[in-house]
C-alpha cells in the first residue's frame, strides 16, 4: 500500500525499482549479490517539511532519552555525529558511515523499501543495515506503521558503532540466513523484535532503553520504563524465542538484558546451534 505521507518520489524511480525487484528474489539463481540491493539517498530530495520532521522529532526524543536511553546508545549517536540539524547524510564526506565505518565496519546502506526476510539478514551479514531513506510528515509525526529514517538511523544506527552490539548483529544476520528450519526462523524473528527493536538494559541499576522501537517512539518508550501493564522479565534467550509477540499496540512484555555481551553471548551460542543442525542435515 502506498503511504501518501511520505516523499515517494524519491524511491519511485528506474533505479530503485530495479534493486526493490532484485531484493525480491534474492536467494534464487542470479540474484545473491546484496550490493544490488541499494540505492542512492538523493539527498536533494528532501524538502524542508522533511527537515523539519526530522528535527521536531530529534529534538523531542533526545531530551526525553538523555537519562533513559542506554549509554551505548548515547556514546554511539555522538561518535556517528548523529546530529539535529539535518537528516543524516549515508553518503559523502559528513555522513554517518563516514564515522561508524572507522569503529566497527558497520555501514547504513539505503534502500528503496522492504527487503524480505533473506535479503535482510544477507544484508546484516556483511554488516550493511538496509536504511529506509524517506521520512514521515508532519501529520504523521508520532506514529507511522513502516519503518522510517528516523526509525532506523536515529533508532538503530548508533547501536552499530558498539563493537559487542556490532559483533551480536554481524551473528543474527548470519544465522539467520544460514537457517533452514522454520520453527529457527520464527525462534530469530521473536529475538530480533525482544532485543533490536524493543529491549531494555540495566545500566548501574537503572532500567534504560536500547531497542529501537522504544528509542525512536514517543510514546512506546514512556510506557517501557513506566506503565505498570509492562512485564519486564530478565532476558533467557529460550524464554525470549518462545514469546509470541504483537505488532499493533504497546508491548505488554519486554526482556532486560545485563549487559551487550549477554546477548553477544546467546547470540553465538544459538548460531553454533543452527551451524550443528544443518551439518547434521547435511550428513544425514
Known sequence: MDMPNLNNDMIDGTAAKAAQAYANQFGTPGFDDPRKFYIDQHYSGYSEENQEVWQALYD????????RASDVYLNGARAINLVRDHIPHLQGEHSVNRFLKQLTGWESCAVPGYLPAKAFFACLSRREFPTTVVIRSK?????LPE???FHDVFGHVPLHADPTFADF?????????????DADMTRLSRLFWFTVEFGLIREK??????GSGLISSPGESVHALESPDVERRTFDLDQVCDTDFEIDHYQP???????????????????NRILEKNEATAGG
Do not use: H, W
Open 205 to 210: 541499576g537503572e532500567l534504560k532503553l536500547y
Open 139 to 143: 501529520q504523521a509525526i508520532d506514529y
Open 169 to 181: 548483529l554481524q551473528t543474527y544476520g548470519q544465522a539467520a540466513l544460514t537457517a533452514t528450519d
Open 60 to 67: 523531542g526524543q533526545m531530551e526525553f532519552l538523555a537519562d
Open 253 to 271: 512484555i519486554l526482556y532486560v538484558l545485563d549487559s551487550f555481551e549477554q546477548l553477544r553471548d546467546a547470540m553465538n551460542q544459538y548460531a
Open 147 to 149: 519503518p522510517d529514517i
